[in-house]
């Protein structure tokens, strides 16, 4: 079975940061694309970036000067690296895998 589980979610001060992690099992990480969404409260649910699978990345133009997204095949972890964090920025973080298998997100608050 596919499991996505992310870690790393929290409460935050405006200006801070996070690292959120995105465990996966169950497919051949290595060989396919990753992405991160997050969804606020009351809003639709936003693509925030992607890691191809060869080395690809795509991050949102509202927050690229500020997030980045990496990758451990060996581990089979992808990260998103949040920085400079605004209270806009708070929303249920997911990963989801090319298959469209989504985590159970994570919660990021900025305030």
């Known amino acids: 079975d596919v499991q996505l589980v992310e870690s790393g979610g929290g409460s935050v001060q405006p200006g801070g940061s996070l690292i959120l992690s995105c465990t996966a099992n169950?497919?051949?990480?290595?060989?396919?694309?990753m992405a991160w969404y997050r969804q606020a409260p009351g809003t639709k649910c936003d693509m925030v970036g992607s890691f191809s699978n060869n080395g690809v990345t795509y991050v949102e133009d509202s927050v690229k000067d500020r997030f980045t997204i990496s990758r451990d095949n060996a581990k089979n972890i992808v990260y998103l690296h949040m920085n400079t964090l605004k209270p806009e920025d708070t929303a249920v973080y997911y990963c989801?895998?090319?298959?469209?298998?989504w985590g159970q997100g994570t919660q990021v608050t900025v305030s």
């Open positions: 989801v895998n090319a298959y469209n298998h």
């Open positions: 169950g497919f051949t990480f290595d060989q396919k694309s």
